[in-house]
Every structure is written in C-alpha cells, then in structure tokens.
C-alpha cells in the first residue's frame, strides 16, 4: 500500500485520473475555506480605521515628561489632544504605558506588556478595547481581559490629574 501511495505523490493527474466525485470534493473543500476566510478576513485588525501609529509616542514627544517612574502628560499638548475626549488613547512606548480616555472624563493607564506573551508595542484601540496585536488579546478600557489568550488582566497605575497635567505613577505594579 505504501508503493501505491509513492506511485500517487509522484504519479502527475492525468484527465482520467480524476473523476467527477473527486472533483466536486477537492472543488467543494475549496469553496468552503474561501467561504469561511472572506468573514475572517474582513475581520482583520489591518483595517484602514487603524490610527495605532498616529497614537504610538516616546516620552520625548512634545508635552510629555519622565521623572523616574513619574510620567507627566500636558493635556494641552499634542499627546494629551490623543486623550482629550472619550475613547482617545495613547502608547508611550518606551515607557510601556497605554492611557486611554474611558469616558469623557475619566482618564485610566495601564502597564503596555500583554499578560500573555510580554508584547509591548503592538496595540491597537478598537470597539472600547486594548487589543493586542501580537496574539490577539482584548482588554477593555478597565484592563480586563475581554478575549484570549491572555488569561490575567492589565496592571493598572495611578493616574491623578491637576488641571492640565496627567500625572502617571507607574511603580504600583
């Protein structure tokens, strides 16, 4: 029997190698994972609403400051414009701190290193969640997951805001 089957693998199609049954099989598998892949394509995180590099900063940008595990936003600024109304947010990468605006008013922060693989820099802000774009992970504007496979929620900092200055504390984690 294996002969056989080497004889296949090397063996090229010939027309009447294949019959109407075989076709119909191979045609219909076919149709069926291009019919299951369009929904999941068109559900893709590359959508042209992705705005996560316009929202991806260093502390160096303007309006932001670091002072040890200290992180000022000057909400007047153009990073503290990305936060100024419900929904806004924004990655300091290389301080790996996510804030987002959760509801007009109430400013949250949270630790950028998904809980699952350690991923640090791709996220996006999409339907009121974090997702992380490594593997997939959903957190909402809390920091809980929402959807795997992250299985433990986003530390969370402490956010004070006096004014116009956000003030992050990112040593509670």
Known sequence: MIENRKEMVEKPYRKEDINRKTFLRQAGSVALFMALGLPF??????????????????????????NGN???????SSAGQLISEESGWLLIRDQRTLVVNADGNLIRSFTSVCTHAG??????????????TCHGARFDTGGAVVRGPATRDLPEFTVSREEDQLTIETSNT
Do not use: H, P
């Open 119 to 132: 991923c640090s820099t791709n996220w996006r802000f999409q339907n009121r969640q974090f997702v992380c």
């Open 41 to 66: 394509y068109s559900c893709d995180s590359t959508s042209a609403a992705d705005d996560s590099s316009e929202r991806t900063v260093e502390s160096s940008a303007e309006g932001i400051t670091v």
């Open 70 to 76: 200290r992180i000022t936003i000057d909400l007047n």
